[in-house]
């Protein structure tokens, strides 16, 4: 990442970080290039690394100018860890995990990258935004009760050192339930700074097809769903 500023005194201390994103998606097409498109105009631009499942999405994601890694949509866990080793290779630091129909704030990378230079060595979300497109309405949702501490899976950061600290096993390869669990507990195992931010930085486009649904998440006990008028 270059540094916008002339003056090296001037440095905001950020010029040293090369952010990957990870987006592991599956017959997405629409909200995923649109995921890209919004990605690619961000300051400061990540590299990003699209896993999908079929031949077809293989080629239509690389007319993008992306990273495109080629994976089968089963065990999920192996899909979004192999997105992981091909960020590995390009250097991430950081790392960002990020739903193919999540949408992170302009300028949540950059404060991301302001509390690794803090010297924190993870950052997550407890908050999110949440737009039921077939029900048309809106909602702020957040983790509470046994979940209030725990970050979602979309808008992770994982530092480089804690990266190496685990040995870039952010996922369970076997699984395809469950899968934001593996890579906290590793990193709380480590010991590591964590910083939980509770702002809604990411929103979730619901669409009927996704494995949470709107209605899971308003029966839920750990989590709260308010509607925004």
Not at 23 to 29: G, Y
Request: glycine letters at 6%.
């Amino acid at each position: 990442m270059k540094c916008s500023k002339d003056d090296s005194a001037d440095c905001c201390g950020l010029c040293d970080y090369t952010p990957v994103v990870v987006i592991a998606t599956h017959e997405r097409k629409e909200l995923t290039t649109k995921n890209i498109n919004e990605l690619l105009l961000m300051t400061p631009k990540p590299k990003i690394v699209i896993v999908c499942s079929s031949q077809d999405e293989l080629e239509y994601y690389k007319e993008l100018g992306v990273n495109v890694v080629h994976y089968p949509n089963r065990p999920l866990g192996a899909k979004w860890q192999s997105g992981v080793n091909a960020a590995a290779k390009l250097g991430a630091n950081p790392l960002i995990i990020l739903g193919s129909d999540d949408f992170i704030n302009n300028d949540y990378l950059k404060f991301a990258l302001q509390k690794l230079n803090e010297g924190f060595d993870f950052i997550g979300l407890t908050h999110w935004m949440m737009d039921d497109v077939i029900g048309r309405e809106k909602y702020h949702c957040q983790y509470t009760n046994l979940n209030v501490d725990f970050p979602i899976g979309s808008g992770r950061v994982y530092s480089k050192s804690i990266l190496e600290g685990i040995r870039w096993k952010v996922f369970n390869s076997s699984l395809d339930k469950h899968l934001d669990d593996q890579g906290f507990k590793n990193v709380k195992n480590r010991n590591a700074k964590i910083f939980l931010h509770r702002s809604p930085e990411v929103l979730a486009i619901k669409t009927g097809k996704e494995m949470n649904t709107v209605e899971a998440y308003k029966r839920s006990r750990n989590i709260t769903c308010k509607r925004i008028k």
